[in-house]
C-alpha cells in the first residue's frame, strides 16, 4: 500500500520568503504525482501534475521537482504571498489511477 | 474546461437519515469517478472508485452497505450515507477522469468542491 508523507506539517513564513515543501511515498511505480492546494473548508485547486517519466514541471511561481527512485517530491514556492497561505497537498497517483494523499503542509505566510 | 460539481455543499441531518450526495461532471464524461472522505485537519482518504454502469469498487474498511454508489450515466455519480450517525459527520469530496482525453491528459482528476455532512 501506498504510504505518502509530507514535512512539515505547518510552516510560518514572512512575506517573500520562498517555500520548500516535501513529500515522499513509499512505492515507486507510480503513474504521476499532483500537487493541490486547499482553503479552509473548501475543495481541492490542482496546481501541477508531473508525469512519472518527467523531473519536474513549472507554473508561474511554483515549481515540483519529481525523484521517482528515491520516492520524493518538493514543491517551490518563489516569493511568497499571504494569498500563499492554505494547505498543500502531495497525491500519488498508482498505475490503477487510485491516488494517496499526504496529509498536508498548512502554510501561512505573514505580512 | 473539466469542472466537477458537487450537491449539495453543506448538509445537516438528523441521526437515521439518509443523505444523498450528487457528483456531476459539467463539461466532459467521466467512465470513473471517485469518492474520497476528509476528517478535520487529515488527508484525504479514498473511500470507492464508481464506474459508470457497474459496481463501485470499494477500499477496504470501507462498508458498501452504509455507503452507496450509483454511477447512472457518464456525468452523474452518487453517494448515499445510509441510517446516518455523528460518526459518518465528515467532508466528502468527489472527482471524475476525463474518459476520452486519453493519454495526452496523464489520467489526470478533477476534483469538486466537497460536501460538509454535520450528522446531530
Known amino acids: 500500500k501506498q504510504e505518502v508523507t509530507q514535512i512539515p506539517a505547518a510552516l510560518s513564513v514572512p512575506e517573500g520568503e520562498n517555500l520548500v515543501l516535501n513529500c515522499s511515498f513509499t512505492?515507486?511505480?507510480?503513474?504521476?504525482l499532483q500537487w493541490f492546494r486547499q482553503d479552509p473548508g473548501k475543495g481541492l485547486t490542482s496546481l501541477l501534475l508531473?508525469?512519472?517519466?518527467?523531473r519536474e514541471q513549472t507554473s508561474g511561481r511554483l515549481n515540483a521537482s519529481l525523484d521517482k527512485s528515491s520516492g520524493r517530491s518538493t514543491l517551490y514556492i518563489a516569493a511568497s504571498q499571504p494569498g500563499d497561505s492554505a494547505t498543500y497537498l502531495c497525491?500519488?497517483?498508482?498505475?490503477?489511477?487510485?491516488?494517496?494523499f499526504g496529509a498536508g503542509t498548512t502554510v501561512t505566510v505573514r505580512a | 474546461g473539466a469542472v466537477v460539481s458537487q450537491h449539495p455543499s453543506r448538509v445537516i441531518c438528523k441521526s437515521g437519515t439518509s443523505v444523498k450526495i450528487e457528483c456531476r461532471s459539467l463539461?466532459?464524461?467521466?467512465?470513473?469517478m471517485f469518492w474520497y472522505r476528509q476528517f478535520p485537519k487529515k488527508s484525504l482518504m479514498l473511500m470507492a472508485t464508481s464506474n459508470e454502469g457497474s459496481k463501485a469498487t470499494y477500499e477496504q474498511g470501507v462498508e458498501k452497505d452504509k455507503f452507496l454508489i450509483n454511477h447512472a450515466s457518464l456525468t452523474l455519480s452518487t453517494l448515499t450515507v445510509t441510517s446516518a450517525h455523528p460518526e459518518d459527520s465528515s467532508f466528502y469530496i468527489c472527482?471524475?477522469?476525463?474518459?476520452?482525453?486519453?493519454?495526452?491528459?496523464?489520467?489526470?482528476?478533477?476534483f469538486g468542491p466537497g460536501t460538509r455532512l454535520t450528522v446531530l
Open positions: 463539461d466532459f464524461q467521466a467512465t470513473t
Open positions: 497525491a500519488v497517483c498508482s498505475n490503477d489511477y487510485k491516488l494517496s
Open positions: 512505492d515507486s511505480a507510480i503513474y504521476n
Open positions: 508531473i508525469q512519472s517519466s518527467q
Open positions: 472527482s471524475a477522469r476525463d474518459a476520452f482525453r486519453g493519454l495526452s491528459s496523464y489520467n489526470e482528476q478533477f
